[in-house]
């Protein structure tokens, strides 16, 4: 087939075609004599592999898979997967924990102590940033946002994270990725500080709080099944690039000019 006819069948221009072949998201075309490219039934499905890669991981990570496996480095392109299920996992448990934490805060009175105790003792903001896989400009930038709002140690001033302060980081980090803007994390984190405080939910940033949780919980269940439908599409593949039956060379040559 053509390259417009392998795009058309994708939604895409023949340039986006051309491009993946060159960044090496499909395998390379086999030309003819006068040189057009010749694509193949094994390239649609390298392309719809792609395509669903870049839905359930994002493009950058999508090609990375790609790449790997056409250099026959398929462990590579399985760790940029797992990697990627490994993150959906920690955004799911960090989700469940937010919500946990807040269904507490407005189920029992609030405890004076809650604040300051945590189980691994407070941390420092390199140990905080090293957590979330961020820079400690990222946390001080949080910070001037009013995100975060951390206790200074007596003495020498450092920022001292403890157990409210990383829940709320760990949000902050959730949304982020999400998308959200700043200014609308640091609204729905202070519903959370008001929570802490009073053990109510009420009024419009319990909307605001909500909403957030609610639309992420939503995002994190289209990614999973993004996921599902690219692990599918990947093994498809695989398969077919396994597979020695020649394709079908009909109609694979355009015509003249």
């Known amino acids: 087939m053509r390259p417009a006819d392998l795009a058309r069948g994708h939604g895409l221009s023949t340039q986006a075609v051309r491009n993946y072949e060159r960044d090496?998201?499909?395998?390379?075309?086999?030309?003819?004599?006068?040189?057009?490219?010749?694509?193949?039934?094994?390239?649609?499905?390298?392309?719809?592999?792609?395509l669903a890669l870049v839905t359930a991981y994002g493009?950058?990570?999508?090609?990375?898979?790609?790449?790997?496996?056409?250099?026959?480095a398929l462990d590579d392109a399985l760790d940029a997967v797992d990697r990627g299920h490994a993150r959906l996992l920690r955004d799911r448990e960090t989700l469940a924990a937010v919500r946990q934490a807040v269904g507490h805060l407005a189920a029992e009175p609030p405890h004076p102590a809650a604040a300051t105790a945590t189980a691994g003792g407070p941390l420092t903001v390199g140990e905080l940033a090293r957590r979330l896989g961020v820079?400690?400009?990222t946390l001080r930038n949080w910070e001037a946002a009013g995100i975060l709002d951390p206790a200074r140690e007596p003495g020498?001033?450092?920022?001292?994270?403890?157990?409210?302060?990383?829940?709320?980081?760990?949000?902050?980090?959730?949304?982020?990725?999400?998308?959200y803007p700043l200014d609308r994390i640091a609204t729905v984190?202070?519903?959370?500080?008001?929570?802490?405080?009073?053990?109510?939910?009420?009024?419009?940033g319990a909307d605001a709080l909500t909403r957030a949780l609610d639309d992420w919980q939503r995002q994190l269940t289209a990614r999973g099944a993004a996921m599902l439908t690219?692990?599918?599409?990947?093994?498809?593949?695989?398969?077919?690039?396994?597979?020695?039956t020649p394709p079908d060379p009909a109609g694979a040559q355009p015509p003249a000019g």
Not at 29 to 42: C, D, H, K, M
Not at 59 to 71: D, E, K, L, P
Not at 230 to 244: F, I, K, N, Q, V
Request: proline share 6%; with cysteine; aromatic share 8%.
């Open 59 to 72: 493009h950058q990570r999508a090609g990375r898979i790609m790449n790997a496996v056409h250099r026959g």
């Open 189 to 204: 984190v202070r519903q959370i500080r008001a929570t802490a405080r009073t053990g109510a939910v009420t009024g419009a």
């Open 24 to 50: 090496g998201f499909l395998p390379p075309a086999e030309r003819t004599p006068s040189g057009y490219r010749v694509y193949t039934p094994l390239h649609a499905a390298a392309l719809r592999a792609f």
């Open 135 to 137: 820079t400690p400009a």
């Open 156 to 179: 020498t001033g450092y920022r001292v994270f403890r157990e409210g302060d990383i829940r709320d980081a760990e949000l902050a980090h959730l949304l982020r990725r999400g998308g």
């Open 230 to 244: 690219a692990a599918a599409r990947l093994a498809d593949y695989l398969s077919a690039c396994d597979d020695p």
